[in-house]
């Protein structure tokens, strides 16, 4: 007997194929391949996307993603509570984790001021960062915005905002990434590293271009 | 109040990351893409994922993937019944398919012979396909396997097995693609483009190396 409705192997097309970066074809052979899964592979992909909508929201404080309201992180005695790192997008965070290198607090814009996209301050997690400065206990504010046009501009729009509050605003190093090549850097990335370059040998570490330090 | 489990989002990442050419970087996009959509999104992508394994099944006539059985295409009356095309995949179907040039019925085997992966005869729909063939109304079995080793090597043994039920058997031709370049054609496949080469100008339009018709 004939099925009413659309064809169940299309719809799944259809809606892979709204994933960023996933085209027709990938959809596809995105599909067949569930198709070819025992039936347990769709369910628990499909359980695991009902259950992170479901269950995620944002932290109060730092405004990340969490299951739990405060966060793992903000909850986190060990974490010095006087140096804040200015994310713009919860997986822009998980980077920063990932280094080690920050054992500070985090706060997440969930964007980056774009005024051609109709993104203003009032469209980021601004006033939930001000209102954590109040305190005074906050010491440093580091934008790590990216080094693009609107992170820049995002970054030096909080540095305004936040001088005031007393707090010290700092901006991640651009320069050659780790193991890069001079010859295969872009020139804007060359000339940056060239005018924040750091003194070597004794007494060497702070970049000679480094200001609001 | 912490949350049991773990992490939705981590969860996701994995679930994703399982498929077909998603990395753990490519799935934490996704997944980060996924929780800044409406939660309905999230909801129909996981609907359509249980659909497609709940409600989809194979054909008992020509093995494709279908809702109903027998499947839209083997219930068309209007498609030749005396002339069968042999796919690998279910995906390949649907490329003939859209072709529009074939308007016979089709048999998917759901794999090729490989020997090395564990596939023989009796992994594919091979017994289907022959059953089929009982009635004798079959004429002519194109076997539509791709030109690699294990798709060629399938199709001589079906064209064995199909011999005796009286069908011809006809493969896909192999040359250049249309608007291809000599220059950029691999060699395996323009040395079977000059092998397989078709005669040109009044009565012409039959292979010249094409043979078994």
Redesign the interface.
Known sequence: ???SGP???Q??I???A?????GEK?A????????DQP?V????????????????RLCGECQD?T??DPC?RC?DQSRDRTVVCVVA???DL?AVDRTGAFRGRYHVLHGVLSPLDGVGPDQLRIKELLRRLEGGEVREVIVATGPSVEGEATALYLSRLIAPAGATVSRLAVGLPVGGDLEYADQATLGRALENRTPVGPGGGEGAGTTKR
């Open positions: 007997m004939p099925a064809d169940p192997i719809e799944l259809a809606a892979l709204r994933l960023p970066g996933i990938t596809a052979r995105l599909a067949f391949h569930i198709l039936e592979y769709a369910q628990e992909l499909a359980r695991a996307l009902v259950a992170v909508k479901a269950r995620v993603l299951e739990d793992r909850r997008r919860p997986q998980r």
